[in-house]
């Protein structure tokens, strides 16, 4: 008996070695970086007025342009290859993907100067990181895929829950997702829909948001359920704050939004009406919680709880947690929101 007893004392002590360690893992390499960035959500900071031009150049036939959650450092596919520049002392690091194979898609963290990016090769997708501060590649997982024409979509990751998760296309219009953590589990979520849209993840709890292209709804898991709103036949997913905040807009019969809805999951939701109904891609909300609409003929931003406007310089590509990052001439502008 007492050698039983002892079997089992001495399982228990491994398996919680082998959990401890997967934590370690996590908190000290996968989703920790080089600066001091807690286990929070970045607010908006204060921030002068002065507009920057950094030294980061881009190439007019670069794609995919995309930066970092502080605009520290911005990145583009040029000729199928991946690159990074740093967007104070202009540096540009190629990432070289393993041997055989290439960069089919990458995505930055939303707190942290880290990417995923997913390699392809014939039949197999990989999921790894990519520190940019110590131009470092690790393994995460590998990806189911249907075919050989299997390719990822969109990837949403929440450093609080440690989890990732993938939307794969299958095929013509057919999506499939998984769920991936980082003791390398893997699973398929099995959604109300195969034809998804835009996808998001809850900061603080294990579930996902997402767009049913189908019925035109959005859609919670975990148990999957829609979000209905009174008065609503048509709606679509903008955005989910740092505050677990999801913001859906109301689709009108022009296909644009007149009406954001936000709210938390199983809680009470608010709406804000637009004057003047605009394309989903002109809307933006920062992790804070701000909603800005886009004007890219007047080149501004107007936020939507205050009508501040803020006037940025070229094309706008994206808001990051405290300005808005465009590009003129060639060249990375950063502009602090008023």
């Given at each position: ?6 079997k ?19 908190n000290?390499y ?28 881009i ?33 540009s ?115 996902m ?100 406007k ?29």
């Open positions: 008996m007492k050698k039983v007893f002892k089992i004392i001495i399982c228990i002590i491994i398996s919680l070695i082998i959990q401890m360690s997967g934590l370690f893992y996590l000290n996968l989703l920790t970086s080089t600066t001091n960035v807690k286990s929070q959500k970045v607010a908006d900071s204060n921030i002068s007025n002065k507009v920057s031009v950094s030294k980061a150049s190439p007019s036939n670069a794609t995919t342009i995309n930066v970092s959650y502080d605009a520290s450092y911005i990145s583009y596919y040029l000729n199928n290859e991946l690159y990074v520049v740093n967007t104070i002392t202009g540096k690091v190629n990432v070289s993907p393993s041997a055989g194979v290439r960069i089919s898609f990458y995505k930055w963290l939303p707190d942290r100067n880290r990417m995923l990016i997913v390699e392809t090769h014939e039949r197999n997708l990989s999921l790894s990181y990519y520190d940019v501060t110590q131009s470092q590649k690790s393994k995460v997982s590998d990806i189911l895929m249907i075919s050989s024409a299997s390719i990822v979509k969109d990837i949403e990751a929440s450093p609080l829950t440690n989890v990732i998760y993938i939307k794969v296309k299958n095929g013509y219009k057919y999506y499939s997702t998984y769920w991936v953590n980082i003791m390398k589990s893997r699973k398929k979520i099995v959604t109300q829909s195969k034809y998804i849209g835009k996808i998001q993840v809850v900061p603080h709890v294990d579930k948001v997402y767009e049913d292209l189908e019925s035109n709804k959005v859609y919670a898991t975990g148990p999957d359920h829609v979000l209905n709103f009174s008065g609503s036949t048509k709606s679509c997913l903008i955005a989910i704050d740092s505050n677990d905040k999801v913001y859906v807009g109301d689709v009108d019969s022009s296909n644009k939004i007149d009406k954001i809805y936000y709210g938390t999951l199983g809680g009470n939701w608010q709406s804000l009406s637009l004057k003047t109904p605009v394309s989903k891609d002109h809307l933006f909300v920062t992790a804070s919680g701000k909603a800005y609409i886009n004007d890219n003929i007047k080149r501004n931003v107007t936020e939507l709880q205050t009508s501040k803020t006037t940025y310089k070229g094309t706008l590509l994206q808001l990051y947690n405290n300005g808005i990052a465009s590009l003129h001439d060639g060249n990375l502008v950063k502009t602090p929101l008023n």
